[in-house]
């Protein structure tokens, strides 16, 4: 329910190894430089054919002719579709057959084939610096010479490796185009491991064999995946009953001795990564157990060869815990792409990474985690230990809500204190309840606290309780006493975890207020997606309480998620987010470019209206207008 953002001193193990053999320095990629165009509504087909060269039908066979004649040819690497029907399709550039690293331009069109969104980077021109040397093979044993001879660090050359590492590794490297200043030049990405197991990616030029960068693949030893392996089908066996079975991949290890294997991550992007926080004499396949913190892949079962996501006996190891949290982190970072046409929380393909088990966050909580310390992964979801009979990971509102503050630091980033935590709260709260009202059956009207399970009802953290639910856009009467067994007090007796109201009281001193005023931004995505009035305002009167809003249904998610990615300032106040809301709204819907000319006025004056109704209106209302 927090994001968090404390400096923590704490001895610590990342599954390191004791290593007889010096880790390579880090040599980050160089920067792919291109031209970006993101481009939503308005005259998108236009911005498409700009994108594509030559228009966007059959944009595969298109190209664009750089100043030496030859063609950057776009191709087609990947279709998606979404539950309603989207169509997302992802295209990358190549030259003589070898991808341009860092070009990338995804359409999203509707179930009618009319594109709504555009966005990506392209380059116009390519100047190649260099040529072809080496053949795949030479390039895997090129990398593991030449790195010894910088880093002293040896890693297995292929007449060293098995035939599956053989195998694995000649699939894993590819030939790509790589710029820097200005200027590209053709490099091999290989992976190799060294004699412990830990992985690297080793990027080298393919005609001088000059390394070009350098990474660790995996933090050492076995504790976390050191490449993308095939995946299998996994059988997700959810922490709360009532609740079916889900589907979820898993990635199979042959160091594992059966009946089990062990869920890293496979091969799409983003990655997902699942880690159990670890400690004690937990038996097999343990990181360095010596030190206070450390985490490790977390182990799963597999039944008649098929993998599933059960807890280990004794309760050691959470796979159930995983599974849900998994297959709820990936709902939500395809919803970011699906219907915001953002590449993952941080809109760059980041790295989807669960610790269980974490003893950061207290028993029944969970956390994001931003903080370079070693609390946890850096960017992940930390899940403290289930003290009730469930988890965190099961209620998909919770798990996008700890994306959410991602999101939040990759765009507005408003400051974790005073109103910039309210609104970090908030918006990680609206995107909680957009996800699950995207995938779940919606439950109308002001519900009892117990909705169902799986059912989006405009509370939040539901499904990870066994009754109740911590806040949401319905009242709750005077006392505001919703405390559930997932209520996180923060230390205090009561919760007021709901203000619906500016005006809404009583707030005793030093109550958690970040959630709590935080809240009245759910009642915002409430009352622009299903209209009405305040639902508070049956109770008690309050300034501009009972203004009707009207609806706007899917509009209003857009209009938020755009506010939060593209008009919202770090420094933004509950004051100045009626304007900048309605700007998002302006930028949306506006008609600027076609006559009549429509300035998008019904959407931003029901975002006045929202605002209105929570007490925060603005003071002028002033719409934005077409040129």
């Not at 035939?163 to 200027?183: F, S, T, Y």
């Not at 975002?607 to 040129?627: D, H, Q």
Request: charged share 20%; with cysteine.
């Amino acid at each position: 329910m927090k994001r968090w953002k404390r400096g923590i001193s704490l001895l610590f193990s990342v599954c390191l190894a004791t290593a007889a053999l010096a880790a390579p320095a880090e040599l980050p990629l160089p920067e792919p430089r291109g031209e970006r165009i993101r481009i939503s509504g308005g005259n998108v087909a236009a911005a498409a054919r700009q994108i594509a060269g030559r228009g966007i039908e059959g944009i595969e066979a298109q190209a664009i002719v750089d100043r030496a004649g030859r063609e950057l040819v776009w191709k087609e690497v990947r279709k998606e579709v979404d539950e309603e029907g989207n169509t997302h399709r992802f295209y990358r550039q190549y030259l003589a057959g070898t991808e341009v690293f860092g070009s990338e331009v995804v359409t999203h069109a509707n179930a009618a084939g009319k594109i709504w969104s555009v966005s990506g980077m392209q380059y116009r021109d390519v100047l190649v610096a260099n040529g072809i040397s080496l053949d795949r093979e030479s390039a895997l044993d090129a990398a593991a010479f030449r790195l010894l001879a910088k880093n002293s660090t040896r890693v297995r050359k292929l007449d060293e490796m098995n035939a599956e590492l053989r195998e694995r590794a000649l699939g894993a490297a590819n030939l790509k185009l790589v710029q820097k200043d200005g200027v590209f030049r053709y490099v091999w990405f290989t992976q190799a491991s060294d004699a412990k197991d830990r992985g690297y990616q080793i990027v080298i030029d393919a005609d001088t064999e000059e390394i070009v960068s350098v990474s660790s693949t995996s933090a050492g030893g076995n504790c976390v995946p050191t490449g993308p392996l095939s995946t299998v089908s996994a059988t997700g066996i959810p922490v709360r009953t009532g609740v079916p079975n889900r589907s979820i991949k898993a990635h199979p290890a042959t160091d594992r001795p059966a009946p089990y294997t062990h869920e890293g991550y496979w091969h799409s992007v983003p990655y997902k990564w699942a880690l159990q926080q670890t400690w004690g004499d937990y038996g097999l396949w343990m990181c360095d157990t010596t030190k206070s913190y450390s985490w490790a892949i977390i182990p799963l079962k597999t039944e008649n060869s098929v993998v599933v996501y059960k807890d280990w006996p004794g309760e050691q190891w959470k796979g159930s815990a995983a599974g849900d949290a998994i297959y709820h982190s990936d709902l939500a970072n395809r919803y970011f792409k699906f219907i915001h046409g953002r590449n993952g929380w941080n809109n760059n393909y980041a790295d989807v990474k669960i610790l269980v088990e974490s003893q950061t966050p207290a028993a029944d909580q969970a956390a994001f985690n931003s903080n370079t310390t070693t609390i946890a992964p850096q960017n992940s979801v930390m899940i403290g230990p289930a003290g009730r009979f469930y988890n965190a990971g099961a209620s998909l509102d919770w798990m996008a809500h700890e994306w959410g503050h991602g999101v939040v630091n990759t765009s507005a980033n408003f400051p974790y204190s005073g109103t910039g935590a309210e609104l970090h709260e908030g918006f990680a709260d609206v995107i909680g309840h957009m996800v699950e009202r995207y995938y779940h059956p919606i439950v109308t009207g002001n519900p009892p606290k117990d909705a169902g399970l799986e059912k989006a009802d405009w509370v939040m953290h539901e499904d990870a309780a066994v009754s109740g639910y911590a806040r949401g856009a319905v009242d709750d009467g005077a006392s505001h006493d919703w405390t559930g067994p997932n209520y996180y007090n923060g230390g205090y007796t009561t919760s007021y975890n709901d203000l619906l109201h500016a005006g809404d009281t009583p707030v005793p001193t030093g109550a958690p207020l970040r959630h709590a005023r935080a809240n009245m931004l759910a009642v915002v995505l409430r009352l622009l997606t299903d209209g009405g009035t305040n639902p508070v305002c049956a109770r008690l009167s309050l300034s501009g309480c009972s203004t009707n809003v009207p609806a706007q249904g899917s509009k209003a998610a857009r209009i938020m998620f755009r506010a939060l990615t593209s008009t919202l300032p770090s420094n933004s106040t509950w004051e100045s987010l009626a304007d900048n809301v309605a700007d998002a709204a302006f930028s949306l819907y506006n008609q600027c470019s076609v006559s009549p000319l429509n300035n998008a006025t019904a959407e931003q004056q029901a975002v006045f209206a929202a605002f209105r109704a929570i007490g925060y209106g603005s003071p002028t209302e002033a719409l934005n207008t077409c040129p």
